[in-house]
Nanobody
Framework: VQLQASGGGLVQAGGSLRLACVASVRTFSMYAVGWFRQAPGKEREFVAAISVGGRTTRYADSVKGRFTISRDNTKNTVYLQMYNLRPEDTAVYYC???????????????WGQGTLVTVSS
């Protein structure tokens, strides 16, 4: 499974960005997908995750109410819509996949290369 994340960039505080994660696998609908981020000097942390059918989602407390994860299995794509961005959201964002039906924030097997999000104050 190969994952390609895109959509990062430079945005002012309060702005929005939408990240996309495209998977190369035909059975994408059998994979839960998560977004993680790693800020400079910090450990990677969980951001959001979505179940195989998209009905169940999970968010880190720091992004609840500001970020929305969704998926389009016909396009093998998961999105992370980010609103009201803050400077502390600055990080490299990674998408990851795991062959499991339920939503999960752990033990992902496949990782994309990351896309940089920079939020200026």
């Amino acid at each position: 499974v190969q994952l390609q994340a895109s959509g990062g960039g430079l945005v002012q505080a309060g702005g929005s960005l939408r990240l996309a994660c495209v998977a190369s696998v035909r059975t994408f609908s059998m994979y839960a997908v998560g977004w993680f981020r790693q800020a400079p000097g910090k450990e990677r942390e969980f951001v959001a995750a979505i179940s195989v059918g998209g009905r169940t989602t999970r968010y880190a407390d720091s992004v609840k109410g500001r970020f929305t994860i969704s998926r389009d299995n016909t396009k093998n794509t998961v999105y992370l819509q980010m609103y009201n961005l803050r400077p502390e959201d600055t990080a490299v964002y990674y998408c990851a996949a795991r062959r499991i039906e339920v939503v999960t924030s752990t033990n992902y097997d496949y990782w994309g290369q990351g896309t940089l999000v920079t939020v200026s104050s």
